[in-house]
C-alpha cells in the first residue's frame, strides 16, 4: 500500500474537515423544516455547535499534546462520520441541537489537531506553508457546498446526502492516514516557565487577536452580507447571495499564494498587508451605494484576511516549540479558542449595532476590526522578540 506523503496528508483533512461543514451548512433549512424549527429555535439549535467547538479546542490541544495530532485527527474524523448521518435523521430541535454539538466537537477537535500537524510539517520542511492547508480547508468547504446544492437539487433528504458524505469522508481519512506527521518524541527536559501558561504570556493573546478579528468578519460576511447588499445598496437577492461565494472563493485562491508571499515578506507584513487590504474592502462594502463596488470590497475583504488564521497559528505553534522540536499543542489550542469567539460573538454584535443605527454602520465597525490584524501582528513580533530576548534565545 503506497503511503502518501505527509503535505498531501494535511492537506486531505483540512479538505475533509472544509467538507464535513460544507456538507450539513447548507442543509440547514432541511434540517429545520425536518424539525419544524422557527428561526428562534433554530438560531438556540446552532448553539450547540459553537459550544461543541469552544469546548473541544482546548481538549484537543491537551490530547494532541499527549497522544499525538495524528491519533486526534483521526478520532475527530471518525466521529463526524457518525455524527453527520445521525445529524440527517433528528426529528426534534432538541436531538438537532445535540447533532450540531456532536458535529461543532469534532470540527473543533479536528480544526486544533490538524494545524498542529500542519505546524509539525512546516517544521520538517522549514517552510512557511501553513496557507496552503487552510486553502485546502476552503476548497473542500467549496466543493461539498457544491455537492450540497445538487444534493437539495435532486430532492435527496439531509439522511441520505449526509450518509454519502459520511462514507467519502471516512475513505479518504483511511487513505491519508498512514501519511499524517507523527508525534515528535520529547526529550523531556523542563522548559522555561513562560512556555507552561499560554494564559500568561501576551504574544499569544496578541497572536489570537489576528484570527478573533478575522472571524468576527468572516462571520459578518457570512450571515450579513447578502442583507447589506440587499438593503442597503439595492442588489437583486439573487447577486447579493453570490457575494459570501466570492468571498469564499477569494480567500481560498488566496491562501495558495499566501505561503510564498509569507516567505517572501515575512509573516507579519503578510498579516499587516492583508488587514490594510481586507479592512478597505469592508469599508467599501459599507460605505459606498454601489452594489458592483460593494460586490468587489467582499472580494477584497476575502483576499485580505486569506492568510489571517493560518499564519497566526504557525507563529502560535512555533511560540510554544520546544528546544527538541516538538511543543506547541497548547499554544495553538489557546489561539484557535479564543478565536472562536468571534465566530459566537460577531453575528449578534453586527446585527445588535445594526438594530440601533445601520447595516453599513455594523459593516464599518467590522472594517475597523479587520485593520486591527496590523497593530496586533506587530505586537505579538514585538512581544515574542522581547520574550526571546528574556529567555537568553536569538531574536
Excluded at 426529528?91 to 470540527?107: E, I, K, T
Excluded at 499560554?198 to 497572536?207: E, I, N, Q
Aim: charged fraction near 10%; glycine fraction near 12%.
Amino acid at each position: 500500500m503506497t503511503v502518501v506523503g505527509d503535505r498531501v496528508a494535511v492537506i486531505v483533512v483540512f479538505a475533509l474537515n472544509g467538507a464535513v461543514y460544507g456538507s450539513w451548512a447548507p442543509r440547514v433549512p432541511a434540517l429545520a423544516e425536518q424539525v419544524g424549527a422557527s428561526p428562534g429555535t433554530l438560531g438556540l439549535a446552532l448553539l450547540g455547535g459553537t459550544a461543541g467547538l469552544l469546548l473541544a479546542a482546548p481538549l484537543s490541544g491537551r490530547l494532541s499534546e499527549r497522544f499525538g495530532a495524528r491519533v486526534v485527527m483521526l478520532a475527530a474524523t471518525l466521529l463526524s462520520c457518525v455524527v453527520l448521518p445521525l445529524a440527517g435523521l433528528v426529528g426534534s430541535v432538541a436531538s438537532l441541537a445535540v447533532a450540531l454539538f456532536g458535529l461543532g466537537f469534532a470540527n473543533g477537535a479536528l480544526d486544533v489537531a490538524m494545524n498542529i500537524g500542519g505546524v509539525g510539517v512546516e517544521r520538517r520542511t522549514g517552510q512557511a506553508i501553513m496557507p496552503v492547508f487552510h486553502a485546502g480547508f476552503s476548497f473542500g468547504g467549496l466543493v461539498a457546498s457544491a455537492a450540497a446544492g445538487l444534493a437539495a437539487a435532486q430532492h435527496w433528504s439531509p439522511s441520505r446526502h449526509f450518509l454519502v458524505a459520511a462514507v467519502v469522508t471516512a475513505l479518504a481519512m483511511a487513505a491519508v492516514y498512514r501519511g499524517l506527521p507523527r508525534a515528535v518524541p520529547r526529550s523531556g527536559q523542563p522548559e522555561p516557565k513562560a512556555r507552561r501558561a499560554p494564559t500568561r504570556r501576551p504574544v499569544l493573546w496578541l497572536l489570537a487577536a489576528v484570527p478573533l478579528c478575522s472571524a468576527v468578519a468572516e462571520g459578518a460576511s457570512s450571515d450579513w452580507s447578502a442583507l447589506l447588499l440587499v438593503t442597503e445598496h439595492g442588489a437583486g437577492q439573487g447577486a447579493a447571495a453570490l457575494a459570501f461565494t466570492a468571498f469564499s472563493l477569494a480567500m481560498a485562491v488566496t491562501r495558495l499564494g499566501s505561503a510564498w508571499m509569507q516567505r517572501r515578506l515575512g509573516a507579519t507584513r503578510t498579516l499587516a498587508i492583508g488587514a490594510v487590504i481586507s479592512g478597505a474592502g469592508l469599508l467599501l462594502s459599507a460605505v459606498v451605494p454601489v452594489a458592483g463596488l460593494a460586490f468587489a470590497g467582499f472580494v477584497l475583504a476575502g483576499t485580505g484576511l486569506a492568510a489571517a488564521f493560518p499564519v497566526a497559528l504557525s507563529l502560535a505553534g512555533e511560540a510554544g516549540k520546544r528546544a527538541d522540536g516538538s511543543g506547541g499543542e497548547r499554544e495553538i489550542a489557546f489561539v484557535t479558542t479564543v478565536a472562536y469567539t468571534g465566530f459566537l460573538a460577531g453575528p449578534p454584535l453586527i446585527g445588535g449595532i445594526a438594530q440601533v443605527t445601520s447595516l453599513s454602520a455594523s459593516f464599518v465597525l467590522v472594517a475597523v476590526l479587520a485593520a486591527l490584524i496590523a497593530p496586533a501582528s506587530v505586537g505579538a513580533s514585538r512581544a515574542r522578540h522581547r520574550e526571546r530576548t528574556a529567555a537568553g534565545l536569538p531574536g
